[in-house]
C-alpha cells in the first residue's frame, strides 16, 4: 500500500510512474475516512486537494517535478494556509479562513506536495497531551486510550497512523519532538531561523520554530530542505539558510563523541525509558561512539525558565485576539466588558491561565524579579550547550520522561508541564534538535533525543541518520 511507504519512496515510485498522483491521495483519504473517528488527527481536511493534484501532475508532465512531488502532507492547524480554515484549535479562530499561505506552504506547494487537512493541537500550542483542544482531544495511533503528546499531536497521530508519510508541526517547547517521541516517529526541530515563521501563528516568537514529522530522517532531511532558507517576511530568518542535504548518509559513529547531561537521567525517568535509552548507548558504543555524562546545571531550572519566558509571550501575542480584529464578538455593554466577555468565553482555560502568568511576569513591579531573572536563565543555559558543543559532536537524551499516558490520566498541570524536561533547553538555545524512536516500553514508543551546536543542521541530521541505522528500529503502530 503506498500509505506504508515513506516519503522518499513515495516519491520515487510517483516520478517512475509506478503510483500516480491521484491514486496515492485516494489511499491516503481512504485510510483517513476508515480509522480519523479513532485517532481524531485531523480538524479541517482539504475539500480543494484536485487542484494540488492537477498541479503535481503537470509538474510531473512538464519536468518541473522534485523528490517530493505528489506526496500527501498534513498541517498542523496554527500554520496559515489560503483559503482552508485555520483555527489553532480555538472558539475564537474556529471560522477563521486565512486568505494567504505560510512561507512553508508556500515552498511546498511549489515543490508539488498535496496538502491533505490541517491537524488538531493544544489550543494555540500551548499543551503537551493533545487534550486543550477546544473540539476534541487527538489518540495515539499505538493505543486509542492514550494521548499522542502535544501540542502538534494530530500531525504526530496523522503520520504514525499511515494517513501521510509526512506532516509539519511546530516547536516552542518540545511540541514536535515530544509527540513524535510518544508516537514512534521522527520530529525534527530545526535551528531557530532557517525556517521561516511568516504564517504561524505567534505563541512564543523567540521560542517558537516550525519542522517536519517523518518516519524516517532523510524524510525529515528530505521535506526541511523544501521548507527552509530565507524569507524576507520573517525579520528572524537567516541569511543562506537553506538545510542542504549533501552527506546524510556518509556519517559514521566511529569517533563520535555524545554528551549525556545527568540532569537529564534523573529520577525524574520512568525507569522502562531508563533501560531503553541505556540499551542504545550500549549499541552506539558498539558502533565506535563514545558516550559521557556530562554536568549542565542550568538544565534543573529549564522547565521554570520556559513558564515565565513563554506565557510572557504569549500575553503579548494573543492581545489581537479582542472579538475587533479577529474571530467573533460577544456583545456586552462597553468596549472594556465585550473585550473580556469574548475573551473569558472563547479562550480555553490553559490559554487563559498562561496569558494571565504572562501578564504579571510583565507587570510593573515584577518584570525583573520573573521575566528579567528568567532571560538571563535562558542566556546561562545557552552558554552551558555551547560549551559542550565544542567538545561534543551531539548532546543526547530520552524525549520525553515517560512513554504515552492515558486520555485524562495526568491531571496535575505541573506534571504535564514537567513533561517538556528534556525538549526545552533546544528552544532556549535556538539549536537544531531530534527526536528518533528508539525502542519500546511497556510496548509503547520511546524517543531518543539528539542535540546539536546552532546552524549545525546538516551535521545533525547526518549523525541521526547513522544513529537510525545502528538502532535499526523500525516498528509501527499496532493498527488496523
Same mark, same amino acid.
Request: aromatic share 8%; proline share 6%.
Given at each position: ?19 500516480? $498522483? ?9 485510510? #483517513? ?50 483559503? +482552508? ?29 498535496? $496538502? ?17 483542544? /477546544? ?11 492514550? $494521548? ?8 504526530? /497521530? ?27 516517529? $521522527? ?16 505563541? %512564543?516568537?523567540? +521560542?517558537?520554530?516550525? %519542522? ?30 537553506? #538545510?542542504?542535504?549533501?552527506? !546524510? ?8 563523541? #555524545? ?46 525558565? *520556559? ?13 489581537? *485576539? ?13 468596549? #472594556?466588558? /465585550? ?6 468565553? !472563547? ?61 485524562? %490520566? ?5 506534571? +504535564? ?42 551535521? !545533525? !541530521? ?19
Amino acid at each position: 500500500m503506498s500509505t506504508q511507504l515513506t516519503a522518499t519512496e513515495l516519491g520515487r515510485k510517483i516520478a517512475a510512474g509506478d503510483i500516480k $498522483v491521484q491514486e496515492a491521495i485516494d489511499a491516503s483519504c481512504a485510510r #483517513i475516512d476508515a480509522n480519523d473517528e479513532i485517532y481524531k488527527a485531523f480538524l479541517t481536511l482539504n475539500e480543494d486537494v484536485q487542484t494540488d493534484i492537477d498541479r503535481a501532475e503537470k509538474m510531473l508532465t512538464d519536468g518541473s517535478a522534485g523528490p517530493l512531488t505528489g506526496v500527501p502532507v498534513a498541517i498542523k492547524d496554527n500554520i496559515s494556509t489560503d483559503g +482552508l480554515r485555520t483555527t489553532c484549535a480555538s472558539k475564537i479562530l474556529e471560522n477563521y479562513i486565512p486568505p494567504y499561505d505560510a512561507t512553508v506552504i508556500e515552498r511546498m506547494k511549489a515543490a508539488g506536495m498535496i $496538502v491533505i487537512g490541517k491537524t488538531n493541537l493544544d489550543e494555540f500550542a500551548m499543551g503537551t497531551s493533545c487534550e486543550n483542544s /477546544a473540539f476534541f482531544p487527538s489518540r495515539n495511533p499505538w493505543d486509542p486510550d492514550r $494521548v499522542p503528546g502535544g501540542s502538534s499531536g494530530g500531525s504526530a /497521530a496523522a503520520v504514525a497512523a499511515e494517513y501521510v508519510p509526512l506532516s509539519l508541526g511546530s516547536d516552542t517547547g518540545g511540541s514536535i519532538r515530544q509527540p513524535a517521541s510518544l508516537c514512534g516517529i $521522527v520530529g525534527f526541530k530545526p535551528t531557530y531561523g532557517r525556517v521561516s515563521r511568516y504564517g504561524l501563528v505567534a505563541f %512564543g516568537s523567540s +521560542l517558537d520554530q516550525i %519542522g517536519p514529522f517523518a518516519r524516517s530522517v532523510e524524510d525529515a532531511a528530505a521535506i526541511s530542505n523544501v521548507i527552509s532558507g530565507h524569507d524576507a517576511n520573517d525579520a528572524t530568518s537567516q541569511p543562506d539558510s537553506q #538545510i542542504k542535504l549533501n552527506g !546524510l548518509k556518509d556519517g559514521s559513529l566511529k569517533g563520535l563523541k #555524545i554528551a549525556i547531561p545527568k540532569q537529564l537521567f534523573g529520577e525524574e525517568i520512568e525507569e522502562g525509558v531508563r533501560h531503553v535509552i541505556a540499551q542504545n548507548i550500549k549499541t552506539l558504543e558498539q558502533d565506535g561512539a563514545t558516550v559521557t555524562e556530562i554536568d549542565l546545571p542550568s538544565i534543573n531550572y529549564g522547565v521554570t525558565t *520556559y513558564y515565565i519566558i513563554a506565557p510572557a509571550e504569549a500575553s503579548s501575542n494573543l492581545g489581537r *485576539y479582542d472579538g475587533v480584529r479577529y474571530g467573533p464578538r460577544i456583545d456586552a455593554d462597553g468596549h #472594556i466588558e /465585550a473585550f473580556s466577555a469574548t475573551r473569558g468565553s !472563547l479562550f480555553g482555560k490553559e490559554v487563559k491561565l498562561r496569558i494571565m502568568v504572562g501578564t504579571y511576569a510583565l507587570s510593573a513591579g515584577y518584570y525583573d524579579a520573573y521575566y528579567h531573572r528568567a532571560q538571563q536563565v535562558r542566556g546561562l543555559m545557552a552558554q552551558e550547550f555551547e560549551r559542550a558543543y565544542q567538545e561534543y559532536d551531539v548532546i543526547m537524551s530520552p524525549s520525553s520522561p515517560g512513554v504515552a499516558f492515558p486520555v485524562g %490520566g495526568i491531571q496535575d498541570q505541573m506534571a +504535564l508541564k514537567l513533561l517538556d524536561l528534556c525538549t526545552i533547553p533546544a528552544n532556549m538555545g535556538g539549536f537544531p534538535s531530534i527526536s528518533l524512536p528508539s525502542g519500546l516500553s511497556e510496548g509503547l514508543p520511546v524517543g531518543l533525543l539528539l542535540n546539536g551546536p546552532v546552524n549545525g543542521d546538516e551535521r !545533525l !541530521l547526518q549523525i541521526s541518520y547513522a544513529v537510525e541505522q545502528a538502532l535499526g528500529f523500525d516498528k509501527r503502530a499496532p493498527m488496523p
